[in-house]
């Protein structure tokens, strides 16, 4: 049911409520476009950023900000709203660099509508109600708010978080109805949390709905939580626009207010619930150890990704037996330098390691086939022709890399092994070693993945094999013990975007749709 506005509290009709915000919208983009086309007189390499921020998240943004300008002399201008409201700004003016909502649903939302692309968490919430302290008028839950003897402020919920959440929450409790018809008769509803929360403390109204994290702001105001609301537990977060001019600037930014040694303490300290955050580091730098298959399918995302940062990717292309093991030696104290993230050739080098890492991500799949030169000189068709008298094969090591032990396995399943192992002449470190080897006419055959013959197509012939033991599936991982989980979370969301270049590749995509998300 939509809001009654023609009721005798003042509230205005909705439409012309929404022909003001855009009015407003436009005069303050206006302002904007001005404020932002005088930036160029600032000092070289100095960014000026423009932030929208939902307005009851404005006391921890605004202290952040300031230590920000403070530590690095950036430019920072605030623009402050309901949730809503700032997003129906960004769909006019598609200006600017970051936006602080007080919900993930707004920052959904914008990217549906392609105004956000990066998004960061910051904090938690969750809707009470609150009243003076001491409570005068006795209320204990959502019921008391229907009592007549009760004045009640609730925000907008078609202009701020608070209230969307809200309204949510109660037509789910079957009181929204009630509520709201008891708010337009004997109430008011405000535009964002800060005013709600400000009809309070003067006394006029004898309760609210408002953000725990508003309510511990102010030492006048006690709160009551309630089963009803106890469940809208919301996520405070800052994405980057698709308007910004300067993503490494602006995601530095970002990466600060949500640092857990930066700004996640002055949210914590205004009142709200934090959660474990990135450490703080000017210009970060994550360590990527990569299986030697997937390098030309990531190569060009980590340049990219690390442009866009401003950050540093130290990836470390090998055989996964030689990755792990050296994995493995870190852990055990033997060296430092332990990888932020891995991709594997198959699962079966991460299973591994797999205590050391978050939930894996399968991105992508390629066949094991028999390479040979072009033209097939030995007429081979299957796994049995390798066995021949005389033949001479290489194979991958199955000790340090991932088609060595996928290829034995494969070979024990069709029962060839031994046979093939009496011709095997070489055995390689790594996938990348083995088609060269055809290639020059070292050997006659190798088993190898289809993606690595794509490069010698000219000179190879390859050889389907028709097993289900012929495939290798490339999962993405976070290590647990990484301090720069976010930044790896989105690094991870590049690599999901990437989907054209792994079939550019040779690979199969077959990415489930979620992100790799930290395990409890």
Not at 49 to 58: D, E, K, M, Q, S
Not at 383 to 408: K, M, N
Request: proline content about 4%.
């Amino acid at each position: 049911m939509q809001l009654r506005h023609q009721s005798r509290n003042g509230a205005v009709n909705a439409l012309f409520v929404l022909a003001i915000a855009a009015i407003v919208a436009l005069a303050v983009l206006g302002a904007l476009l001005i404020d932002m086309g005088n930036s160029g007189s600032q000092a070289a390499g100095e960014h000026e950023l423009f932030v929208f921020c939902a307005a009851g998240i404005r006391p921890p943004v605004e202290a952040i900000v300031a230590d920000y300008q403070r530590e690095y002399g950036v430019s920072i201008q605030l623009q402050y709203g309901g949730s809503n409201t700032l997003l129906s700004q960004l769909e006019v003016g598609k200006i600017g660099d970051l936006y602080v909502t007080a919900d993930d649903s707004y920052i959904a939302l914008a990217r549906e509508k392609g105004l956000v692309r990066e998004a960061l968490p910051l904090a938690m919430q969750r809707p009470v109600i609150t009243v003076k302290r001491g409570n005068p008028k006795s209320i204990e839950g959502v019921d008391d708010l229907l009592r007549e003897d009760v004045r009640l402020a609730v925000a907008n919920p078609d202009q701020a978080a608070v209230g969307k959440v809200t309204r949510k929450l109660l037509r789910q409790s079957g009181h929204w109805d009630r509520l709201e018809a008891h708010v337009i008769d004997n109430g008011v509803f405000k535009p964002t949390v800060p005013e709600v929360a400000s009809d309070v403390k003067i006394g006029s109204v004898d309760a609210a709905i408002i953000w725990d994290s508003t309510a511990h702001q102010h030492d006048d105001l006690e709160v009551i939580r309630t089963p009803e609301l106890d469940g809208g537990l919301s996520h405070v977060m800052i994405g980057l626009l698709t308007s910004t001019k300067q993503p490494a600037a602006a995601l530095r930014f970002a990466r600060y207010i949500a640092a857990r040694d930066k700004g996640l303490q002055t949210f914590a300290q205004k009142g709200f619930e934090t959660g474990d955050g990135d450490s703080w580091s000017e210009s970060p730098e994550l360590t990527f150890f990569c299986g030697s298959v997937n390098r030309q399918a990531v190569e060009s995302t980590i340049q990219e990704f690390e442009q866009r940062e401003g950050v540093r990717i130290n990836t470390v292309y090998n055989g996964c037996g030689i990755l792990t093991a050296q994995m493995q030696a870190i852990a055990g104290g033997q060296q430092g330098g332990f990888p932020d993230t891995y991709m594997a050739c198959d699962l079966y080098y991460l299973q591994t390691v797999e205590e050391m890492f978050q939930d894996a991500v399968n991105v992508s799949d390629t066949e094991l086939v028999i390479a040979v030169p072009a033209g097939n000189p030995k007429n081979l068709q299957s796994l049995e022709d390798l066995t021949a008298d005389g033949l001479t094969v290489s194979l991958g090591q199955p000790d340090q890399c991932t088609i060595g032990v996928l290829t034995r396995q494969l070979l024990e399943s069709e029962g060839v092994y031994e046979a093939v192992m009496q011709n095997v002449v070489t055995e390689t470190p790594s996938s990348a070693m083995l088609v060269p080897t055809v290639a020059t006419g070292s050997v006659d055959a190798t088993i190898a993945f289809k993606t690595d013959t794509l490069a010698e197509r000219d000179k190879l012939e390859v050889i389907p094999i028709n097993s289900a033991a012929a495939k290798a599936i490339q999962p993405f991982s976070i290590a647990r013990s990484s301090d720069h989980k976010q930044l790896a979370r989105r690094f991870y969301e590049a690599i999901a975007a990437s989907r054209d270049k792994f079939e550019s590749a040779g690979f199969h995509w077959r990415l489930e749709d979620r992100a790799p998300q930290e395990s409890p």
